[in-house]
């Protein structure tokens, strides 16, 4: 982090969003509609079209993204993911931790800037249509230095907030219950499903309160990502950076300059359309998002005054100071091994994840039992999930009970409900019965194979022991 890190006391105020007095001070940042902020809209649209799209997409007939908690499945992509995908949800994760770093390495805070669901609604949708309920920058301004905060015009933008923020809640509530269940809900009295209704009441509350007034302090003081960049990033890393070694020293006059003058003519425009409130000229700074408005605004000013653009560029610290350009360094290497880990981890996870989950459980009683004809008893509980996206049913099988030395008649399995219907991504368990004379069991134990098969290949086998009596005969149920 720079040693300029925070901005020096400017126009009575110490912080980007505290004056002086301890007052708040509101930050209407006059927009810069270059080349990058073009860019950035086109990103920031097609983002928001994924959020309110996304839910009602299907692929494979799933939805794109679905987060059933009911029923603790994940749906992405048209794949689902069950409780049992725990190693398969570690490597996502852990790959757009680690994938997040490396941008941040390479590129800075260009998740900030460009990706942000806080960047993206606050700057191309909360704060344009803010704007025009208040009449343009100036008149915000003017409105602001006024106190008048319950005009006609800005109750309506306080309205108009509520219901962006009102369908913004809804819209996440289906990624989590699917939009199916959204539509019969919202058919209904709130009273058919209080908790669902709750949580709309509560989310709605929390965006309108952030996109109307907490706004960007959101980034500047809840978001801990702009604290971790310092130990993110280094010199190298690109970021959006102030040329001090073509900009300063710094001079207003644009006829009359000083030969020795920098480039900079110290005209704040980097500092109006700047959305958090920084002047990017002291370094950088915790509070930058990288989001460009001051390249933009920087760049209309330089070519007005007959001078080259790029004076406020992407670049790195070390390309401000004159320094080569390093690809290979421990940032770079390491991240990029650790993602191919993770995501090689994941491909192969994938690869050889069965098309169910079987397992195996002992009886919920004692470890065996003697019926009353003397045989030994093992109840075997078969949990199963069915992972494809139509009903199968399943047969289960017991082998390994031949033996040179036991009768058929000895020898009973019982299934009552074989095959075994599933439906699709459900989860069911049903029990068998293992009987065989006390002499079939070694030291109290016996191995056998249980598999699971369905009519489109899938078979597994799971090797279990069975309990017994370790003597020449029973003593009874323990």
């Known amino acids: 982090m720079s040693s300029q890190a925070v901005p020096p006391r400017v126009g ?16 209407r940042p006059k927009p810069s509609h270059g080349a990058w902020w073009q860019r950035r809209r086109v990103m920031a649209y097609a983002l928001m079209a994924v959020f309110f799209l996304a839910p009602h997409l299907r692929i494979f ?12 499945q994940f749906t992405l992509m048209g794949f689902t993911f069950l409780p049992t995908d725990t190693l398969l949800f570690m490597f996502v994760l852990g790959s757009g931790v680690v994938g997040i770093f490396l941008i941040t390495a390479l590129f800075g805070r260009a998740w900030c800037g460009w990706a942000c669901p806080q960047t993206v609604y606050l700057e191309f949708l909360f704060r344009p249509i803010g ?4 009449g343009g920058y100036s008149a915000s301004r003017t409105a602001d230095k006024k106190g008048l905060w319950f005009t006609p015009r800005r109750i309506a933008k306080y309205i108009t907030f509520f219901l962006m923020a009102l369908f913004v809640s809804h819209t996440f509530l289906a990624f989590f219950v699917g939009t199916d269940q959204l539509y019969r809900w919202m058919l209904h009295s709130p009273s058919a499903h209080p908790t ?18 907490f706004r960007e302090q959101t980034c500047l003081i809840v978001c801990p990502y702009g604290r971790w960049q310092a130990a993110l990033i280094d010199r190298q890393s690109t970021i ?7 900009g300063e020293p710094r001079e207003h006059a644009t006829k009359t300059r000083d030969p020795n003058a920098g480039d900079c003519i110290d005209c704040n425009a980097c500092v109006q359309t700047c959305p958090t409130g ?6 950088l700074q915790m509070e930058c998002v990288h989001c460009t408005q001051c390249i933009d605004a920087c ?55 069965e098309a169910a989950d079987l397992t195996v459980l002992r009886g919920l009683d004692g470890p065996f039992a003697t ?17 494809r996206s139509e009903a199968m049913t399943y047969t289960i099988a017991v082998n390994g009970l031949s033996d040179a030395g036991l009768s058929p008649q000895e020898v009973a399995v019982v299934i009552p409900e074989n095959p075994l219907p599933v439906d699709a991504g459900a989860t069911r368990t049903t029990s068998l019965f293992v009987l065989l004379p006390p002499r079939a069991f070694i030291h109290g134990e016996r191995w056998v194979n249980i598999t699971v098969s369905d009519a489109r290949g899938y078979e597994e086998t799971v090797k279990y022991r069975l309990l017994g009596p370790t003597g020449p005969t029973p003593g009874g149920a323990l």
């Not at 794109?64 to 908690?69: G, K, P």
């Not at 920084?278 to 370094?283: K, P, Q, V, Y």
């Not at 320094?323 to 050889?352: D, N």
């Open 299 to 353: 760049d209309d000013i330089m070519q007005k005054v007959g001078k080259p653009t790029g004076l406020i560029r992407y670049s790195s610290q070390d390309a401000i100071a004159g320094k080569p350009k390093q690809w290979l360094r421990l940032r770079t290497v390491l991240y990029p091994l650790v993602l191919a880990v993770l995501l090689g981890g994941l491909a192969i996870a994938l690869f050889v994840k």
């Open 131 to 134: 704007r025009w309920f208040d």
């Open 61 to 72: 007939g799933k939805p794109v993204f679905l987060m059933d908690l009911p029923r603790r």
């Open 278 to 283: 920084i002047d990017i000229r002291n370094g």
């Open 371 to 387: 019926e009353s004809d003397g045989r030994i008893s093992n109840q075997v509980r078969i949990k199963l999930t069915n992972r």
């Open 12 to 27: 009575g105020r110490v912080l980007p969003t505290l004056n002086e007095d301890g007052s708040r001070r509101w930050i």
């Open 196 to 213: 669902a209704f709750a949580f709309v009441v509560v989310f709605t509350g929390i965006v309108w309160f952030n996109f109307t007034y």
């Open 240 to 246: 959006v950076a102030y040329d001090y070694t073509r």
